[in-house]
């Protein structure tokens, strides 16, 4: 438990380095006014614009002697969006967080998660010729609330398990490696040298997704452990771009090969697949629509590629 809380010690402090006070970003727009180049400016660094969204979405249906049937429910759902970039000579570094939560209540049964990530990412890239760089970097993935599973084929009508929580599993990615950069908007990234962990701390969990799946092991890591440790290769390929007026795209995939001989784990031959696509679209000022698609495909939960998509509108705050 101390390696998690040095885990979120480190979390805390990087983002406060990300939350640069306005003094600081007037400062550096100051000194660029005297840069008479691009080479300049960038001895002098400087923070790119901040790209900040905090959205809420709302939905709710009722029913009264209606006839053509149907169950009366309410959902809410939010997100929060941050990425920070600076920049100075050939180096950048880059931070990103992505949080999602929503629940969805159907009268007369229990209240359910309809989406639930935490993502943080955190980069130093340096330039090494005009669109390749070296990097290295880190990042965690979880969730905030406790997953479980219900009878009768997921309808909430009783608690069966709980099969997830926060932390439970976490995953750790620490790496280093090449980085090809065409455009601002695209970025693909090879990590060689790649540590990760993958974290248990939840002995519910870990009894309980033992018991629903027939598994001997909790996304991994063994009974009596906590924390399961992999060194292996890492790609990540991310986009964030605007592909229509006022319509953006955000997508992330991260592939990971576990560099274990097939005599010791059969299992970890396969890679890891974790798929994120966020689709935002702004009606106007605050109204907007987006769609969400999660997918993963992981050996070490079930051997089956799991979905989750979503489809809402609400309001969203660019800040």
């Known amino acids: 438990m101390k390696k998690v809380i040095i885990l979120i010690l480190c979390s805390l402090g990087v983002t406060n380095l990300w939350a640069q006070d306005s003094l600081s970003i007037n ?4 000194n660029l006014a005297y840069a008479k180049n691009l080479g300049d400016s ?3 660094g400087f923070w790119k614009p901040r790209n900040t969204q905090f959205g809420i979405n709302l939905s709710q249906t009722s029913f009264k002697n209606w006839q053509g049937g149907g169950i009366n429910n309410w959902a809410i759902g939010a997100l929060f969006y941050n990425r920070a970039e600076y920049n100075k000579n050939k180096g950048a570094f880059s931070s990103e967080i992505q949080l999602q939560l929503g629940t969805i209540n159907n009268k007369g049964q229990k209240r359910a998660k309809s989406i639930d990530r935490l993502f943080l990412d955190a980069k130093y890239a340096h330039k090494i010729s005009p669109k390749f760089n070296w990097f290295a970097g880190a990042n965690f993935l979880s969730q905030f609330a406790a997953g479980v599973v219900y009878e009768n084929s997921g309808t909430p009508l009783e608690r069966k398990r709980t099969i997830s929580n926060f932390l439970a599993p976490g995953y750790l990615s620490e790496g280093v490696g090449i980085e090809y950069k065409p455009v601002s908007y695209f970025v693909l990234q090879l990590g060689g040298a790649t540590l990760r962990q993958t974290f248990v701390s939840n002995d519910r969990v ?8 027939d598994k001997t092991t909790a996304y991994g890591v063994a009974k009596g452990k906590k924390v399961f440790f992999e060194s292996g290769f890492q790609l990540v390929a991310a986009l964030d771009k605007d592909i229509a007026k006022n319509v953006n795209l955000k997508g992330r995939y991260q592939g990971f090969f576990a560099y274990t001989p097939k005599r010791v784990a059969p299992d970890k031959n396969s890679i890891d697949h974790n798929i994120n696509i966020i689709a935002t679209a702004k009606v106007n000022k605050f109204l907007n629509l987006n769609f969400t698609l999660l997918a993963i495909y992981d050996k070490d939960q079930i051997d089956k590629l799991q979905l989750s998509q979503g489809f809402a509108a609400g309001l969203l705050f660019t800040l």
């Not at 400062?27 to 100051?30: L, Q, T």
């Not at 870990?206 to 799946?213: I, Q, V």
């Open 27 to 30: 400062r550096d727009a100051n």
């Open 206 to 213: 870990f009894a309980d997704f033992t018991a629903y799946n």
């Open 42 to 44: 960038l001895k002098i």
